[in-house]
């Protein structure tokens, strides 16, 4: 049996601080990772678990969408994967007991940390807020029916559908997500954000318009073929660890790689891969070059190594620049205009750094550059990403093997989530397909996207607030005032594994819908059944479950979506619900008939390994933009200029988290333990700010609007930053971001680049 869950909270405003680390990373840490699933599920149930990772008739990891390759190693899985299946597939459960003992204000002052660590919820529970004057407000448990008669209720009552806002995470199904857009639409509103809405979505804006595909245009062997990889605004060794294997093969087949970010990261200066013992013996240095860039100055970096790829004699691909792109003078004028001051000013790069990484671009024929958050989160993210691509044009690097675009998703589904209509402004042949095919008429209206759902809801424009997994509250920007719009909400419901913050802070009534997770058995009317999800590179495959579910009055996420559309929409609906919930075949069938690319799915999706979905840059070299062509695009350039006696701030995961879950207290690759209320300061800034090391202090956010937004008790710890840039983790700084701080055109809130000063604590 596994060990209780922690009675007390742990203190997380006293970190020790050993010196940075920079050890190699490895794939997983075997000892500590067992130690931590052992703890969770027992010794049997970890191996039987753990086993059946991400293998071919196994269950997907619920952590990051990396892709697997079709031969699997008997481990495939990294340490913060199997952290995420073990907190899962724990022994731990949250009943109606601990419910009746841990009333919300109890819950709201315990840290993510405790919550995500009590455990599996049990049974549906309710709150509503106030309900007995004098008492405490807690959750009691509640049937299904109830609680979906409440939802009807909630929903039914309000003067129009665009009130309710329908919030979708990464870790839902295909089959889950196609159902709950379907059910949304046809209760009228495309209010559907996502967590991509808060990650990739500025990636996407940037490739749909220059490509016309918003994914990445690689696969897995195109990372074994390339000749450069770039990994701009990423790391891998904490946030996608699978990666550093794939980073690895592609160094031993004589790649080269650049890594460019504002922190060195242990995972790319050396890599123990412990599926080999050579790799875990020596070790594999991933960097062939480290630009240390400072926050937000990608977008110059690229514009100028651009320019000097056009005045080099013969380094330009004329013929697919020709045959294959549009607006190439407009670009190659702007990127003349590139200066060199300005950009090492932007970059805090060096002359001599920059011409070495162009000689590493020249010298290459196959490039592939990947990013994440790094690029995505700033102000002028889209630009950053337009003028990626540019890069990759020059050089015809997009439609051939070895090259291409790698934006790296997140969270396990999140791409397969948005192909399954999860969006708030989908695109019409999709809803025309999906009026055709169940006899509905779509909403044309575009929704609220994340920001501009939590403006509605602080408005009194949106009243009911549904969550498909995810901790809404924990992920979103400005804290402050995402949870007091959350609180004016007439209804909020989460469907949920385990507690986080959002269950914390509740409309008047709050409702917590317990379901199956990734590792759980899912038996329906017609037998077991098998969901399926999209990785980062496009591969769709099948995930099933073999673990006994949590308790036995836990639903699937296609169960809950059925029932609560059946509740709502009632005899109105001529969608067959029942059937649905009943075969997750019938799904398939449906999503077959109305998505392109899952033709005869599932047959395809019952083959080991699954399928990958087309991609016309990739496949043919045939981009479907407005033009017909790629475009090359000439923003000007921008990066962010902070006054003096202020840092420019971005928020960051640790190594024992992902997203906003937090497995431990630590992150041994920074050296920081017990604690995660640090910020990460240059010395040579912390000298002249007077932040001597160990020091605490307060963050405060300077922003246009000239709110004071502040982060109180932070522990200083001198570490080789960019210089003018520090770095502190989330959720805990998500107060200092603005709501209104956003990337233009995708509205991503821009949590990379933010403005701060410090106070004493």
Known sequence: MAAKPPAGDPVQDAPQVAPPQHAAAGLPAVGHTLRIAQQQMGLARTARTLLKVNQKNGFDCPGCAW?????????????????AVAEEA???????????????????????????????????????????????????????????????????ALSSP???????????????????????????????????????????????????????????????????????????????????????????????????????????????????????LRGTALNDLFLQIRIGGDQALFRLLNKLVVEADGATDEAFIREHTHGYEEFAAAA???????????????????????????????????????????????ATIREVVNFLLLRGNIGRPGAGVCPVRGHSNVQGDRTMGIFERPAPAFLDALDREFGITSPRTHGFDVVRSIQALRDGEAKVFFAMGGNFVGASPDTEVTEAAIRRASLTVHVSTKLNRSHAVTGRRALILPT???????????????????????????????????????????????????????????????????????????????????????????????????????????????????????????????PAGRLLLQTLRSHDQYN?????????????????????????????????????????????????????????????TARGCAAAYYPETNVLVPLDSTADTSNTPASKSVVVRFEPA
């Open 336 to 382: 003349e205009a590139a200066d060199w001051d300005e950009t090492l000013a932007a970059t805090g790069l060096t002359r001599p750094e920059i011409e070495r990484a162009l000689e590493m671009v020249l010298a290459s024929e196959r490039t592939i550059v990947c990013w994440a958050m790094g690029l995505t989160q700033h102000k002028h993210a889209v």
């Open 162 to 280: 665009d009130e309710a806002v329908f919030y979708t995470s990464g870790r839902t199904s295909n089959e889950a997500a196609f159902l709950f857009q379907l059910f949304v639409r046809e209760f009228g509103t495309n209010n559907l954000p996502d967590c991509s809405n808060m990650c990739h979505e500025s990636s996407g804006s940037a490739l749909n318009e220059t490509i016309g595909v918003g994914k990445g245009s690689v696969s897995l062997e195109d990372l074994h073929q390339a000749d450069l990889i770039i990994v701009a605004g990423q790391n891998p060794g904490t946030n996608h660890p699978r990666m550093l294997a794939a980073l690895e093969q592609a160094k031993s087949a004589g790649a080269k790689i650049i890594s460019v970010n504002p922190l060195p990261e242990a995972g790319m200066e050396r890599f123990k891969n412990p599926q080999t013992p050579l790799g875990m």
């Open 516 to 642: 199956l997770g990734r590792t759980d058995k899912d038996v329906q009317a017609s037998g077991k059944q098998f969901v399926t999800v999209e990785d980062s590179m496009g591969m769709v495959h099948a995930s099933r479950g073999n673990l006994a579910p949590a308790g036995p009055h836990l639903l699937s996420e296609p169960a809950i979506v059925a029932r609560m559309a059946r509740a709502v929409l009632g005899d109105d609906s001529r969608t067959p619900w029942e059937e649905f919930e009943r075969d997750y075949a019938a799904v398939r069938d449906r999503i077959a008939r109305v998505v392109p690319g899952f033709e005869d799915f599932n047959a395809r999706a019952a083959r080991p390994g699954g399928f990958r979905l087309p991609h016309a840059p990739r496949d043919e070299r045939r981009f479907p933009t407005a033009t017909g062509k790629a475009n090359f695009t000439a923003a000007p350039v921008e990066y962010p200029r902070v």
């Open 67 to 83: 892709p697997e390759g079709d031969r699997r190693h008997t481990a495939e899985f990294c340490e913060n994967g199997a952290k």
């Open 90 to 156: 724990t022994l731990r459960r949250v009943t109606p007991e601990f419910f009746a003992a841990h009333p919300l204000a109890d819950l709201a002052a315990r840290s993510g940390y405790w919550l995500g660590q009590q455990g599996r919820i049990t049974e549906p529970m309710l709150l509503e807020r106030g309900a007995r004057p004098g008492e405490d407000d807690r959750y009691e448990a509640v049937s299904w029916d109830r609680a979906f008669a409440i939802i009807a209720e909630e929903l039914r």
């Open 660 to 720: 906003t879950t937090i497995y431990g207290l630590d992150d041994r690759y920074r050296g920081i333990t017990g604690g995660r209320r640090v910020v990460m300061v240059n010395p040579a800034d912390a000298a002249e700010l007077g932040l001597a090391d160990g020091s605490y202090t307060d963050l405060v956010s300077e922003w246009r609007d000239g709110v004071e937004r502040r982060a109180p008790g932070f522990r200083v710890v001198h570490y080789p």
